[in-house]
């Protein structure tokens, strides 16, 4: 039986925005969380390691997960771009094999958003003023943050795995596209720009929002890949 494109699959914007919605809400939880046990200490700032750290592996867990299951559809998305045009039949593809590669870089956007809570919770009671007041200020920061990361996750899931499909389609080169309302200067010069499909762009990307890269070259990204095939 031949695959298909998942017929709940939305658009790419639709499913970015359920996303950042899905991970600003935990998010929001895990906060409001913090803030209600710290409540409890009223002689100055709480034990950070006993309110937060040491329940991050279970938090981590739940973050990933969250975290890979949208970026899977948001991948699927971006292979169903590519093989909607160079392979309708998907010969030669399989959404499974790209699991791995989302679950790790799911546990790696996990283990950083977690850590920026816990650098944002110290970071804030240690500021001068009422530390309650500094802890919710940081906290909501960091809250706020959960929407920029989406986007960026959004970005990266879509291009990896219309990476995978060209693979898989044996297109030869990307091309990138430059998105969104405001971009980079940096990915201004780069829209149209070609390289083999291994290579990387001149920015060091392999393709938009690539962890590999730089924040300043990856945060909030909407740019996204064509390809084509050497020959035609």
Avoid at 25 to 54: C, I, S, T
Avoid at 130 to 153: E, H, I, P, Y
Avoid at 169 to 196: F, Q, Y
Wanted: net charge negative; with cysteine; glycine share 10%.
């Amino acid at each position: 039986m031949k695959a298909g494109r998942p017929e709940d699959l939305g658009t790419f914007e639709a499913e970015r925005d359920a996303y950042a919605a899905a991970l600003t809400d935990w998010a929001q939880r895990q906060a409001d969380a913090l803030l209600e046990r710290a409540d409890v200490k009223a002689d100055g700032p709480p034990d950070f390691y006993d309110l937060w750290a040491a329940q991050s592996p279970e938090r981590q867990a739940q973050l990933a997960a969250l975290m890979q299951g949208y970026g899977f559809r948001l991948a699927q998305i971006g292979a169903w771009s590519v093989l909607g045009l160079w392979n309708p039949e998907a010969d030669g593809w399989d959404p499974a094999v790209m699991e791995a590669w989302l679950a790790k870089a799911a546990a790696s956007h996990a283990a950083e958003y977690e850590q920026a809570a816990y650098t944002a919770a110290t970071t804030a009671v240690r500021e001068e003023g009422d530390w309650r007041d500094n802890l919710k200020a940081g906290l909501a920061s960091w809250v706020v943050a959960a929407g920029m990361r989406a986007v960026t996750a959004a970005t990266e899931a879509r291009s990896f795995g219309s990476h995978d499909a060209a693979g898989a389609s044996g297109l030869t080169h990307k091309i990138w596209r430059t998105g969104g309302k405001n971009p980079r200067a940096s990915h201004v010069r780069l829209n149209g720009d070609a390289v083999e499909l291994g290579g990387v762009f001149a920015n060091g990307l392999r393709w938009p929002g690539d962890a590999n890269g730089d924040a300043d070259e990856t945060a909030n990204c909407n740019c996204r890949l064509d390809y084509t095939r050497e020959g035609g």
